[in-house]
């Protein structure tokens, strides 16, 4: 039995795509996803409506994320703090674009699931861990391996981090499948998983997939996401076109510029020259691309 394992997707339904061809091809009829479906990237419905296909004709096991958490909770009590800009306009952009469908899904989502049916190896599935949808969970760690003690299964299928990694630890095994939609690899493909089951247990394979990169790059422009969240638009493109993420150095970079010449920052409220400047001193421009750098002139 073989079953994908997907997880921060971030609206990037062009990678989300290729990854289902990609299994389709390989006969896979299960499927696991660990949250984070949908912000960062442009036009989120897409991503939705390939999700809502995955959920009506294959098996799916399906837990929420820390974004699913944030427009739930921004649903219910947290409106008019999300503006635009780059500071929470993607969220914003979003948020606006979500349906009462995609809400009642949402809500409907544990954070935490566990496949264990009788006779046959199982294997636990969360976003952030078992019991937090932020917490982080890294290999070699001390925090992983308290986790692993407590699981009832042999396997933690876990994403959040962007790392694509398996740890083994006292024949327990944490595996992140990777970001499928905003990977953090030199190669720019989409990550994912396979798990391989035998009855008795589990092997993982980190997969990686090459997807059209262009495709969800030009939607950035043509579907507002640019104006709603300028720098951070740029930010991910950048990730994107480059498998870097420099999104929280340059976030950081933005508040502390902010708090010296303002004398506090608070995110979101961080007035978008400070993400200029922060983008402009990591050479990235508007676009997502690099800067070239000057070459320094020396006397000979």
Not at 74 to 95: P, V
Not at 130 to 153: C, F, G, M
Request: charged share 25%.
């Amino acid at each position: 039995m073989d079953i994908a394992v997907l997880s921060d997707i971030h609206s990037n339904h062009s990678a989300l795509q290729a990854v289902i061809d990609y299994c389709m091809g390989k006969g896979i009829t299960n499927y696991v996803l660990l949250g984070d479906f949908l912000s960062d990237c442009p036009n989120p419905q897409k991503t939705m409506e390939l999700i809502y296909v995955l959920k009506q004709y294959f098996t799916c096991y399906i837990v929420r994320g820390n974004r699913e958490d944030s427009f739930l909770g921004y649903k219910k009590n947290g409106r008019d703090i999300w503006f635009k800009g780059s500071g929470s306009g993607s969220l914003l952009y979003t948020y606006e674009q979500l349906k009462d469908k995609d809400f009642n899904f949402f809500e409907s989502l544990p954070i935490y699931g566990i496949w264990e049916p009788k006779g046959v190896s199982g294997f636990e599935y969360c976003h952030g861990s078992p019991t937090s949808v932020t917490e982080q969970i890294y290999a070699e760690k001390r925090s992983t391996k308290r986790i692993l003690n407590k699981i009832k299964t042999n396997m933690l299928l876990h994403g959040h981090t962007h790392v694509q990694e398996s740890f083994l630890y006292r024949d327990k095994k944490s595996v992140n499948p990777g970001a499928l939609g905003l990977p953090r690899n030199k190669s720019q493909y989409a990550e994912f998983a396979i798990i391989h089951g035998n009855g008795t247990g589990w092997e993982e394979e980190l997969c990686q997939v090459k997807y059209d990169r262009h495709e969800i790059l030009k939607e950035f422009a043509s579907s507002g996401l640019m104006e709603y969240a300028p720098a951070w638009a740029a930010v991910t493109m950048h990730t994107i076109r480059t498998g870097v993420d420099l999104s929280e150095a340059i976030l950081l970079k933005a508040m502390r510029l902010c708090e010296e010449e303002r004398g506090m920052a608070l995110w979101p409220d961080i007035p978008e020259k400070y993400w200029a400047e922060s983008l402009k001193e990591f050479y990235i421009d508007l676009n997502g691309k690099d800067i070239p750098r000057k070459k320094d002139n020396y006397d000979t």
